[in-house]
């Protein structure tokens, strides 16, 4: 099983990024899915996590009113729709799914399979 994570990419403040985060390989019966990021020197923090029927979302507070996660399970990518970025949103972001679990989690152990990262750069 693979994740990958794809949309990363350099954008000025207050500019507008996709990321969306594809399933390869054996498939589940259900999955719930994050999204992690890590600026450089911080440590990782879960930015939103989405259920698997994708009715439940939830967000750290710093991106709340400017990021959205959703899910098509009909062609398994989940996105995060990044507004309004901010400089401090730096990060390399990558997601991660619960195997067999419909509820997300905001910590890290909680997640059976990682993606690779796709770095987001803000400029000020």
């Known amino acids: 099983v693979q994740l990958q994570a794809s949309g990363g990419g350099l954008v000025q403040a207050g500019g507008s990024l996709g990321l969306s985060c594809a399933i390869s390989?054996?498939?589940?019966?259900?999955?719930?899915l994050g999204w992690f990021r890590q600026a450089p020197g911080k440590e990782r923090e879960c930015v939103a996590f989405?259920?698997?029927?994708?009715?439940?979302?939830s967000y750290i507070d710093s991106v709340k009113g400017r990021f959205t996660i959703s899910r098509d399970n009909a062609q398994n990518p989940v996105y995060l729709r990044m507004n309004s970025l901010k400089f401090e949103d730096t990060a390399v972001y990558y997601c991660?799914?619960?195997?067999?679990?419909?509820?997300?989690?905001?910590?890290?152990?909680?997640?059976?399979?990682w993606g690779q990262g796709t770095l987001v750069t803000v400029s000020s």
């Open positions: 390989g054996r498939t589940f019966s259900e999955y719930a």
């Open positions: 991660a799914v619960r195997v067999g679990r419909s509820s997300g989690s905001v910590y890290e152990s909680d997640y059976d399979v």
């Open positions: 989405i259920n698997w029927s994708g009715t439940i979302t």
